[in-house]
């Protein structure tokens, strides 16, 4: 399956939206509606976090997320497994500065591994998929542009 790519401009600069971004937790503000139950552990900030999320659809569909890289403040790359290990994705986070101490962040989920069924449904699932992760980015430029995000380990709303 083709990568999907997604983007959004915020009025932050780079290193407070990678600081947000590099808290697990906070991405729970940008994605519930389409990840929901999370469980975290792991480091709070930085590689080695962890999450346990379900897809917010009928059924049992849980994923284990964890961050494998992180860097300030340009990058921020994930790994998704789920489908019973039939699944993985990576998630990267880019960081573009742009004029005026804006930010554009640009999203690029891609398949490595995918079950059968899910490959034969490809265009469906990418279409699916790339308006929830478009959804998802236009949410976290209405986050941060609300107010002072919370960087913490408890920026979750």
Known sequence: MKPISVSVHVDRPREE???FLDVLA????????????????????GV????????????EHWMEAEVLESVPPI????????ANGK?????TYTLDELPGGATC???????LEAPRSERLAAPLIRAYM???????????????ARSEPQ??????A
Do not use: C
């Open 130 to 144: 790339k308006r929830a992760n478009a959804k998802a980015m236009r949410r976290l430029g209405e986050a941060l």
């Open 48 to 59: 080695g976090g962890k999450a346990r999320v379900r897809a917010n659809m009928p059924g």
């Open 151 to 156: 960087v913490g380990a408890t920026g979750a």
């Open 26 to 45: 906070n991405h729970m503000r940008f994605t519930d509606h389409m990840l929901v139950d999370w469980s975290l552990n792991g480091p709070a900030a």
């Open 105 to 111: 962040i640009q999203f690029q989920l891609e398949y």
């Open 87 to 91: 699944r993985r994705t990576r998630g």
């Open 75 to 82: 990058r921020t790359v994930e790994e998704t497994v789920g």
């Open 17 to 19: 939206v990678f600081a």
